[in-house]
Each structure stands twice: as structure tokens, then as C-alpha cells.
């Protein structure tokens, strides 16, 4: 789906997909291994059963099947990163459910309690000013909150949905400035160019993108500048 051996060079946190919406057994050990030689922290990556559409096709699921699959994925990648003397650290989920969940306080809810019944000590990394980080923070997880460095979002926080024109941003350039632009208001930028204030943890990059070695990299150079790149357990040591 991208280029994940040169991704790996640039990030400090790696969202690996479970088996759900990507990946199989092969793969996930594969990536575990290359992660772990990169110096990258390990993110179970869990999301609707869901190959064929890549897990971005919303599915009427149940919260107690929503903590089903969440713990079932995280269990599968963790095995990997035990086997290589490590453990996953942090776990976000992925597309449509995580879009859900963004919405819907009973599937935050699942994520969160799965998340913390597998191990209280496990960061969520959420979007900013989502009702999944607001769950997090309600079981008392660590919650780093994320921004997309190539989504646009709207005026209530949610990222515009992909079928909309302009939801997607491809130029590394843009996605550069679109970072730049939150950093520098403290908060997500809507299309409308209203501000949401909150913090910021982390900055997504989806690697399947075809520009996506391009604009991690554009922002690992620029972000090494002022800020120090750190792994998400060190933001939480």
C-alpha cells in the first residue's frame, strides 16, 4: 500500500493495521521488526473487518463488537512486538471506525475500555477535540491528540469526508503549510478558517498516500527545526 521501509526512517510512531482493514500475519511481524530497528514506538492500528474496502466503509457494528475487534487486534499485534522483546505502546484506530468513533461517545467509550482493559498503561492517540479522546481521558488513559497534516477538517473538528472535494491534501508543500498554519493558531484550522484551540501531540501522515515519504519527510525536516521528535511514550514518561 506505500512505502513503509522508507516511512520508517521518518516518523518517531508507527500505526501498524491489525489484519482487519490490512496486512496479515507476515506483515505485521514484518513491520513490527522494521519498526523496532528504525527506533519507532509500536501503534496497533485496529478497524472494521474490513479488506476490501481498506476499513473506510462505515459498518453497523455495536459497541461490545467495536471492544471485540479493538482487543482481538491489539492482542494479535502485541504478540509480534512480545516476540521481538517488545511491547505496542499506543493504539489509534482506524478510518470509518475511528471517524465513528470521533462521533459516537458509546464507540469512543468501546475503544477506550478496550484500550485500558488490555493495559491501563497503553496511550490512545486520538483526534483533537473528538469524543474518542474525550473517552480516553475519561478512563484515564494517556491521550495524545492528533492533527492531519493532509485532511482537511470542519467547523465542528471532524475531518471533511473523503468524498468531498478538498478533504484530501496531496502536495507535500500544502500539507506542510496546512501543518504550519495549526501549529502557529494553537489549534485545527477548519476549511472555513475558524480556529479550534487545543493541544497538540502528534501529526498524522497516512502512508498509503502516494506523496507520503514526500510530505513526511518535508515535515520531519521542518518540524526538527523547532521542535524536538520524540516517540509518543516519551511525551507520557
Known sequence: MGDDAEMLKLVQSANIACGFHAG???VMRTTVAAALTAGVSLGAHPAYPDLQGFGRRALECSAGE???????QLGALDGFARAHGSRV?????H????????RDQNLAAAIARATKAYDPKLILLAPALSALAAAGQSENLATA???YADRTCEDDGQL??????GAVIHAPDQCLAHVQKMLAA??????????LPTPIHS???HGDAPEAVSTAGALNAWLAQAFTLAPLPLLFA
Open 145 to 147: 491528540l492528533e492533527i
Open 66 to 72: 467495536v471492544e471485540a475487534f479493538v482487543l482481538y
Open 89 to 93: 505502546t499506543h493504539v489509534k484506530p
Open 24 to 26: 496479515d500475519p507476515l
Open 186 to 195: 494553537g489549534g485545527l484550522v477548519a476549511r472555513s478558517g475558524k480556529i
Open 203 to 205: 501529526i498524522c501522515v
Open 95 to 102: 478510518g470509518a471506525l475511528s471517524n465513528a468513533a470521533c
Open 160 to 165: 471533511t469526508p473523503r468524498g468531498q472535494q
